[in-house]
């Protein structure tokens, strides 16, 4: 590898003098490759970690990284109680993040508040807008191109006619936001690692029609108060969260109409388009009695192959539509948006699941067949191996997942069990783990805030980076979620993003977050450019910097740069772009040290 | 990794890319000097996943057959000439009819550089999207354990490289499957954006960067950064970003319109590029689907327009491009409980452009009576998706060893369709 990168360079240079082209060859393509060192941080090890880089991994792996000041205070207490009081979040103050959050008023509202402030105007106005354009008699038919552009102009004037606080973006803005500060500032880090697991886990796509004004509440009240539990008990949750059986399509799926009931119309409510057709203009807000319909199998299908079984767990299509049946009712109330069982519409016969009789029954038919699902061997080892991805490497040794699963299994699905099965595991602080694994987008951005000592009030130019780099929040659309794997996360666009970010950040660049290093920098450490990078290189990563890049680092400074401090570009600092706004040497360093390789790694 | 012939896609592509950002010219030396290693490739692959799974029934339409009408009472796609015109379905061959928000695709169909396959897919069972994608991706439907895309290794297969940095790109913020692997590949969402941002310190803090990951970092962020810096280089000095459509083409807003003018950006800048990708989703039409109105409708009608003004776009150069789109899956036959479809086999893909044999729909129609359904409720599959990509990547692309390219698959010329002449 190095000969094939390095030749290159001196080829360049060649190349550039045959061609005889008159251009200014800068200093640092000129410059001759420095000679190989070590690779500090990034050769696979086998030697024991110290015990400050058992507590950096703990922080890393179990939390979105250190603050300033937190790799002391875990040493000062031990790292194993430190771990055993992250297994107990309820025993930790987190009296600090309230005042935080306290600005965004949608975390706190209910699923029918955040319809009638959210998604009410915008569908009053899209009936208006119906209404108007019904009244002026459109009837000449349109090319393609003119229908596109007419719903364009259509969805354009709707949305004027909503203020910008009433979008329904802006729910999502905020729980956002919240998951952001959340891991940034929460005392109660490995929480927050497993809510972000979690919800990837159960993943729902909040742009989904009704699922933006759902989501907090799935958030909320359906995963964050389960997580520490039992799995059956947040799988059952979730199969009953109205923003699950909306995303998969389960609140539509109803018996087919030979095995239900005629009985009368009924008046509809707020959350009825989650499964009824819209009612025909000018007619009664009603359901026909006699209302056609049918299984729908997506929920079905995913519960098994992404939220239990996994897809090699063994079961079939007709597994599939059998469960499907028996969720047959499992839908939402109309007024309130809540989980509501539609006897009426559920199918009566006997179904079998997984070689298993449910007998003809209402609701508890569901629930039967969740724990059937939830205690399967298969489920056990699939949610062992998500988790030791996560905690543990892209490619967990089949050992640690047997290990896992078996406490899984031995302690009935409990949660906390098996997360402790992981951190006590010899693999958990294996040599060959440490910064083994690639950060998320999420995690990255956070642990850059946290490591920087950054104040921030997570404004949408933060979201749009963390998305810029793949993964924005709540808006994955497949109901697999992200990938835990560097695989999905490193690629060109995605580290050329990071890159940027990290330059931003350290430079204050970032509209609504802000650092101070020269708080965190000795005055003495400052003055110096090696001080200086030794300094930044322990306060931001935990001093594990290999040669190289501190060489780099070392020779950027000696170019004389960090010596402007006019605006980038003659751009001004705007709410779209990241513009570096300091240029001192502090800022340059950590910029490159937070968008180094060794930051990238946890 | 170190054979002969990467270790001078590596010098060609490293020393042209710093001649290029030193001496700022323009793309034509970069060709130029490409051609005194390997002639570079003029033809480009532009490959897109439609991902979700489209309801090929409702794209093209088997509108001869009855049961269709039956299994689809409320969302089926009118007949050509049923009286309401708007909503029929146009008329592709007597039999089949094209969805009519995918009208303008039709002008494409009509002068024979537009063609469709129907009935094919992956003769993997599997319903899961994405198991299903990744088997598309990696080539090799059943085997999990595969490594790479089938892209990927059929650029390494091509004897006809040029080396360029930007030989594979994919427009979207992760790397798909299909070009994950040793040919290496750029991944992005935004060409005019593509580089390090610092301000005046830009060029310095890329330099650094670029030190950094080549001198510390082996393996994935390694190769990675490496590529990025490649692609940076070029692209700074080629600046594709400022070519407007041309020919009055007119993209519809949106992500999918957005990759596919980029992706016309970057052919008509002449960076090196040979394989393109971009997906669009949102076809999992499990409720609601609709049938010429509706959802799916919307979603074809940007689909139709991208694909369309990207043609326009690009004019005569798109003799040199063929664009090829597929999808996981198809969808049940019969319409389910919520006017919409669940998951299903056999689809339909779509080919544009230089090479294709157009005006036809081809593959054999299993038909869509019980007996010849798959499972009693799928189109089956009667055309293996890697047999439409070995037609076009043989016949277009170059590569003469199939073998590497879908490993365990026995390319058989009685199994080509033919849709594809050079």
């Known amino acids: ?186 005392e109660r880090q490995l929480n927050e690692v497993l809510v972000d697991f979690w919800m990837n886990h ?59 009931p005629a009985l009368p119309a009924r008046r509809l409510g707020r959350f009825a388009s989650a499964f009824a057709r819209p009612a025909t203009p000018g007619g009664a807000d009603s359901i026909p009695a006699k209302r056609k319909g049918g299984l729908n199998e997506n929920y079905a299908r995913e519960i098994m192959e992404l939220h239990t079984l996994g897809v090699d767990g063994g ?128 995690e990255y951005v956070v642990s850059a805030i946290r490591a920087s000592g950054g104040e921030t009030e997570v404004r949408p130019p933060l979201l749009r980076e963390i998305a810029r780099m793949g993964e924005p929040l709540y808006l994955c659309q497949p109901p697999t979620g992200y990938s835990d794997a560097a695989t999905a996360w490193v690629n060109t666009g995605a580290l050329v993003a990071r890159m940027n970010f990290a330059i931003a950040l350290a430079a204050n660049g970032v509209p609504g977050t802000r650092v101070d290093l020269a708080r965190l920098v000795d005055a003495k450490d400052a003055a110096d450019p090696k001080r200086s990078i030794d300094a930044l290189a322990r306060l931001l990563i935990g001093g594990d910097l290999s040669e190289e890049t501190r060489a780099t680092i070392l020779r950027r400074l000696g170019d004389g740069a960090g010596a402007e401090r006019r605006p980038a570009d003659g751009a001004a600092p705007g709410e779209d772009t990241l513009v570096p706004v300091d240029r001192t040497p502090l800022s340059l360093i950590a910029g490159l040290i937070l968008g180094s390789p060794e930051f990238q790694r946890q | 990794m170190t054979s002969p012939n990467s270790m001078n896609r590596r010098m060609l592509l490293k020393t042209t890319g710093m001649a290029l950002v030193a001496g700022g010219f323009l793309p034509r030396v970069f060709v130029r000097m490409a051609k005194a290693g390997t002639p570079p490739s003029k033809r480009v692959l532009v490959a897109i996943f439609q991902r979700g799974a489209v309801d090929g029934l409702n794209v093209v339409v088997p509108c001869g057959e009855k049961i269709y009408y039956d299994a689809r009472p409320s969302i089926a796609v009118p007949r050509p000439g049923s009286s309401d015109a708007a909503a029929a379905a146009l008329d592709l061959d007597g039999f089949f009819g094209l969805h009519p928000s995918m009208a303008p695709i039709l002008p494409y169909f009509r002068d024979g550089s537009a063609a469709f396959v129907h009935a094919a897919g992956s003769p993997d069972v599997t319903r899961s999207h994405f198991d299903a994608q990744d088997f598309m991706e990696s080539g090799t439907p059943g085997v999990k354990s595969t490594a790479d895309g089938f892209l990927s290794r059929a650029l390494v297969a091509n004897k006809g490289e040029n080396g360029s940095p930007l030989r594979a790109v994919a427009l979207s913020p992760t790397l798909p499957r299909m070009l994950s692997g040793a040919a290496g590949a750029v991944s992005m969402t935004n060409v005019g954006e593509f580089g390090i941002r610092a301000g005046a310190g830009s060029a310095a ?52 319109g957005n990759s596919l003018k980029q992706i016309a950006q970057l052919i008509r800048s002449n960076v090196g590029l040979e394989v393109a990708f971009a997906d669009v989703g949102g076809w999992d039409t499990h409720a609601g689907e609709g049938g010429a109105q509706g959802q799916l409708s919307n979603r074809l009608r940007d689909y139709a327009l991208s694909i369309a003004a990207f043609a326009k776009d690009l004019g005569s150069r798109m003799g040199d491009v063929t664009l090829v789109t597929m999808s996981e899956f198809g969808r049940t036959v019969r319409e389910n409980g919520n006017r919409g479809t669940d998951h299903g086999h056999a689809n339909v893909m779509l080919l544009l452009g230089g090479g294709v044999k157009g005006g036809k729909v081809y593959g054999k129609w299993p038909g869509l009576d019980a007996s010849h359904l798959y499972e009693n409720r799928d189109v089956a599959v009667t055309t293996d998706f890697r047999d439409v990509f070995a037609e076009i990547l043989e016949k277009r692309m170059g590569v003469a060893d199939l073998s590497v390219v879908f490993p365990g698959y026995a390319i058989e010329e009685k199994k080509r369709l033919g849709v594809i002449t050079t």
């Open chain 1, 1 to 186: 590898m190095k000969t094939i990168f390095r030749r290159p360079r001196a080829l360049a240079v060649l190349v550039l003098l045959a061609l005889s082209v008159e251009a200014p060859v800068s200093p640092a393509l000129a410059q001759t490759a420095p000679t190989p060192k070590t690779k500090a941080s990034t050769a696979p090890r086998s030697t024991p970690m110290t015990g400050r880089e058992k507590t950096l991994h703990a922080l890393n792996r179990l939390g979105f990284g250190p603050r300033p000041g937190d790799v002391e205070r875990v040493e000062r207490m031990g790292v194993s109680a430190w771990i055993e009081e992250q297994l107990a979040p309820d025993s930790i103050s987190d009296a600090r993040l309230s005042p935080r959050l306290a600005p965004f008023s949608t975390l706190t509202m209910s699923s029918e508040t955040l319809y009638d402030t959210f998604e009410r105007p915008i569908r009053e106005a899209r009936r208006q807008k119906k209404a108007a354009a019904g009244a002026a008699g459109q009837t000449t038919a349109m090319s393609a191109s003119e229908t596109a552009k007419a719903d364009a102009d259509a969805f354009e004037e709707i949305r004027n006619r909503i203020p910008p606080e009433k979008r329904p973006r802006r729910v999502i803005e905020e729980l956002s936001a919240a998951r952001v500060l959340r891991a940034a500032y929460s």
């Open chain 1, 202 to 260: 159960f993943n729902v796509y909040a742009a989904k029609g009704l699922d933006r004004v759902l989501i907090t509440s799935f958030e909320r009240d359906v995963v964050r108060p389960r997580i520490w539990g039992r799995f059956e008990d947040l799988l059952l949750a979730t199969a009953k969260s109205p923003a699950m059986l909306f995303y998969l399509d389960n609140a539509r799926s109803v018996a087919d109409p030979e095995h239900r």
């Open chain 1, 315 to 442: 079961y079939s299509q007709r597994d599939v539509t059998e469960l499907a049946r028996v969720l047959t009712g499992w839908s939402i109330d109309p007024q309130r948006g809540e989980f509501r069982f539609r006897e009426r519409v559920h199918d009566a016969g006997t179904k079998t699941v997984l070689g298993r009789t449910i007998p003809a029954g209402g609701i508890e038919e569901g629930e039967q067949a969740i724990l059937i699902l939830a205690r399967q061997p298969a489920t056990a080892r699939h949610i062992a191996r998500e988790l030791c991805e996560r905690f543990v490497s892209d490619a967990p040794s089949q050992a640690l997942v047997d290990r896992v699963a078996a406490r899984f299994t031995s302690s009935r699905g409990d949660l906390r069990e098996t997360v402790r099965a992981i951190v006590e595991s010899p693999d958990f602080f294996a040599p060959e783990t440490y910064r083994a694994k690639v950060k998320s987008p999420f």
């Open chain 2, 205 to 256: 803090a890329s330099e650094s960067f670029e030190s950094m990951y080549a001198d510390a970092v082996s393996g994935t962020l390694g190769g990675t950064a490496r590529e990025s810096f490649d692609a940076v280089r070029i692209l700074k000095s080629a600046d594709p970003a400022k070519l407007a459509p041309a020919n009055g083409a007119e993209y519809p807003k949106g992500p999918f």
